[in-house]
């Protein structure tokens, strides 16, 4: 590259996003398994400071090395961001978001459980809600109504052969990221139109896990699998059925400037 030291540059560090996210997780294991990462320190804090610091980072065309991942804002915000190669998988290949319910739920409440089978949408749909928000400063529950009026197809395939209920109650774990406020938002709004009555509740990822092997919520439509949030699955999977992918093409990895000169983790200096 141009001789900088970027390694030297950042500190060593990378600037990583809340402790309890899967991709916190995962980035742990890169800088166990990448030799060159070794001693590298990952800075956790919150997803808004993680934006906080790539914002002032690249007003000053200064490096930084954050954790991204798609879908979010910040690569419209910033478009000059890039993913650096991941030779060793660590952060895996294609990655969907799915839903999950506990054990019992098609029994339980079957019309909620079709309806949550049947939810399914595309990156586009979800950016579209998570830009609108971010530009307009609307509230994500507002855009995700606006969304559903605009996309009537797409919510009445997911309606289709679920029967109208008289205040069946559903409760969903979400976690607080802004892909998962837009998905729950929008599964609210078209549960409730059926006549459920639908209460969302986001936690911490472990919880989210948690709270659905245990039957103590219904379902999540925030699980990212197969590989974020595979160790948070793995100890629940017994007591949850995986209803498949709501969205897929979910990315996550090291995210850098693209005036940095670089292309892969490996090509970090030790
Ligand atoms: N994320 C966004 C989350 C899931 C949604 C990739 C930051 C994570 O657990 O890492």
Request: hydrophobic share 35%.
């Amino acid at each position: 590259n141009d001789g900088t030291n970027y390694s030297e540059a950042v500190d060593y560090t990378i600037t990583g996003i809340e402790p309890g996210a899967g991709i916190t997780v995962t980035t742990e294991k890169a800088i166990e398994e990448y030799e060159n990462l070794s001693g590298w320190t990952l800075e956790t804090s919150s997803t808004a400071a993680m934006v906080t610091a790539l914002e002032e980072a690249i007003s000053n065309e200064e490096p930084i090395i954050v954790t991204g991942w798609n879908p979010h804002w910040k690569f419209a915000k910033f478009p000059d961001l890039k993913y650096l190669d991941d030779p060793k998988g660590i952060y895996g290949e294609a990655e969907n978001i799915n839903t999950l319910a506990k054990n019992g739920l098609q029994d339980e409440k079957p019309n909620a459980y079709k309806l949550l089978d049947q939810f399914e949408w595309d990156v586009e749909d979800m950016e579209e809600i998570m830009y609108e928000s971010q530009d307009t400063g609307d509230s994500i529950d507002e855009v995700a109504q606006r969304w559903v009026d605009d996309n009537r197809d797409k919510v009445d395939a997911w309606l289709e052969g679920v029967e109208d209920v008289d205040g069946v109650e559903v409760e969903l774990a979400s976690t607080p990221w802004d892909s998962e406020r837009a998905s729950s938002s929008v599964l609210k709004i078209a549960m409730e139109e059926k006549g459920f009555n639908v209460t969302v509740t986001p936690v911490d990822v472990a919880a989210v896990f948690q709270a659905v092997g245990s039957g103590d919520v219904d379902a999540t439509a925030a699980a990212w699998l197969p590989f974020t949030h595979a160790d948070f699955y793995e100890k629940v999977k017994d007591s949850v059925e995986d209803l498949g992918p709501n969205l897929e093409g979910a990315k996550i990895g090291i995210v850098v400037p693209s005036y940095m000169d670089i292309d892969s983790i490996e090509d970090l200096k030790p």
